[in-house]
C-alpha cells in the first residue's frame, strides 16, 4: 500500500521500532540449558507487543476485536481476533487491560505474532480518524514459561504468587504474567516484561531452564490455540480455528469488522469446519513452514480437504493444528502436502470441537 509522505513516515516508525524490539535480551543468555528438575523459559522472538493508549483506546478496539474489550477484567487475559470486512482472520491476539493511569498510559496491551504485527498497527490507524488513540509497538519482551506442579514453588519464590486458572493475569516486579491454557498438567505462563526488569531478574533466571522456542509453540498447538501469521492471514474465519470454542469471539457485543458473517454462522448452525490437532512422525519432514500448507484426505484425494494453520517441531517429528472438515476426522487418511504425503495422526484437543 503507498502511503504519502507523512503518513509512510509515522508508518516507517512502526517497523524501525519493532525490529529494536525484537533483539534478544541478555538476560535469556544467562539462564542455563538445563531440561531437568526446573521450570523451562522459552524467549519469544517472533511475538509483539503492542500497546493502545488514548482516550478512547478500549472503545475504538472494542469496535475492531471479535471480543468484548470494554467488559474485559482487569485481572485477566482473552485471545481476541481481527477481522476482514468478509469476516476472515487478519490476526488473533492475546489482549489485557493497562493499569489505571491517565489517558497517555496504555489502556489496552495485544501479543501478536511478529510476522504480522506491523501491518496489523498500519492497518488499525487507518480506521483511527479522529478517535483519541495511539498504538504502538511496545519495548517489551515475551517469553514462555513453563512448569510442572513440582517445580512451583521454587518458581514462585522467585517471582511471588504466579496466577493458576487459563487467562488469569498477574502483574508483577518481574512483569507481567498471564496463565496460559494447557493440554495437560503442566503449567504455562506468557511472560512479557521490559528491559529494566529483566534486568532485575538475575534470581530468576537461577531457577529457570533454558527451552527452545519450538517446545512452547508445540505446547500451543496441542493446546488448540490458533496463532494467524501472514501466510494464513484472510483464509479462516474465527469459527473454523475454534476461536468462538476458547472464549475469542463474543456474540453479545456490539458490531466489529466481519461481525454479520460471524454471527451468522454461529445463529444458523453452519460450521462444518473445525480446527484439529495432530502429530507426523518420522525423520524427511519440510523444513519450510507449514502454515497454509493444504491437508488432503488420501481416501478422498481429489481435492485437499483443510489446511494447516500452524505446526511446530518436536522431538519425534511435527505437531500441527490443521482446520478441516468434521466429516474428514473420524475416518479420514489425512496427509499433509498431497494425498500420499506424511500421515497426520489426529489427537484431541482439551476442548470439544464437535456439537
Known amino acids: 500500500m503507498d502511503l504519502p509522505g507523512k503518513e509512510h513516515g509515522y508508518h516507517q516508525a512502526f517497523d524501525d521500532e519493532s525490529r529494536a524490539f525484537a533483539a534478544m535480551h541478555a ?35 472494542h469496535g475492531q476485536l471479535t471480543q468484548d474489550v470494554t467488559g474485559l477484567p482487569v485481572d485477566a487475559a482473552r ?11 487478519l490476526a488473533t491476539l492475546v489482549m489485557w487491560r493497562g493499569a489505571p493511569a491517565g489517558d497517555d498510559a496504555p489502556q489496552l496491551y495485544g501479543l501478536v505474532r511478529q510476522d504480522l504485527s506491523q501491518a496489523l498497527l498500519k492497518r488499525l490507524s487507518m480506521f483511527v480518524l479522529r478517535a483519541k488513540v495511539k498504538l504502538a509497538p511496545a519495548p517489551l519482551h515475551v517469553a514462555g514459561v ?98 468462538d470454542l476458547i472464549q475469542g469471539v463474543s456474540f453479545t457485543k456490539g458490531c466489529y469488522p466481519g461481525q454479520e458473517v460471524v454471527a451468522r454462522s454461529h445463529y444458523r448452525g453452519t460450521v462444518k469446519r473445525r480446527m484439529a490437532y495432530g502429530t507426523i512422525a518420522g525423520a524427511g ?30 522431538q519425534d517429528g511435527l505437531s500441527v493444528l490443521f482446520e478441516t472438515t468434521l466429516t474428514a476426522l473420524p475416518e479420514g487418511d489425512l496427509r499433509l502436502g498431497a494425498a500420499d504425503g506424511p500421515r497426520i495422526a489426529a489427537a484431541p484437543l482439551p476442548y470439544s470441537i464437535t456439537p
Request: charged share 15%; aromatic share 8%; proline share 8%.
Open 27 to 61: 538476560f535469556y543468555s544467562s539462564i542455563p540449558a538445563r531440561a531437568e528438575g526446573c521450570a523451562q523459559c522459552a524467549p519469544l522472538d517472533d511475538f509483539a507487543v503492542f500497546t493502545a493508549a488514548g482516550a478512547d483506546a478500549l472503545t475504538f478496539l
Open 79 to 89: 485471545l481476541a481476533g481481527y477481522c476482514t470486512a468478509k469476516g476472515r482472520l
Open 146 to 243: 513453563q512448569a510442572d506442579p513440582a517445580q512451583l514453588a521454587a518458581l514462585e519464590a522467585a517471582t511471588g504468587a504466579l496466577p493458576r486458572g487459563a487467562w488469569q493475569r498477574a502483574d508483577l516486579p518481574s512483569g507481567t504474567w498471564i496463565a496460559a491454557p494447557s493440554a495437560g498438567a503442566t503449567l504455562r505462563w506468557w511472560w512479557i516484561a521490559s528491559d529494566e526488569q529483566l534486568a532485575a531478574a538475575a534470581p530468576l533466571a537461577a531457577v529457570l531452564g533454558l527451552a527452545p522456542a519450538a517446545q512452547w509453540h508445540a505446547a500451543d498447538l496441542a493446546a488448540g490455540i490458533p496463532w494467524i501469521t501472514t501466510a494464513t492471514q484472510d483464509v479462516f474465519i474465527p469459527q473454523t480455528v475454534n476461536l
Open 285 to 314: 519432514l519440510p523444513d519450510s513452514p507449514l502454515a497454509g500448507i493444504d491437508v488432503f484426505d488420501a481416501s478422498q484425494p481429489g481435492e485437499p480437504t483443510g489446511r494447516v494453520v500452524d505446526a511446530a517441531a518436536t
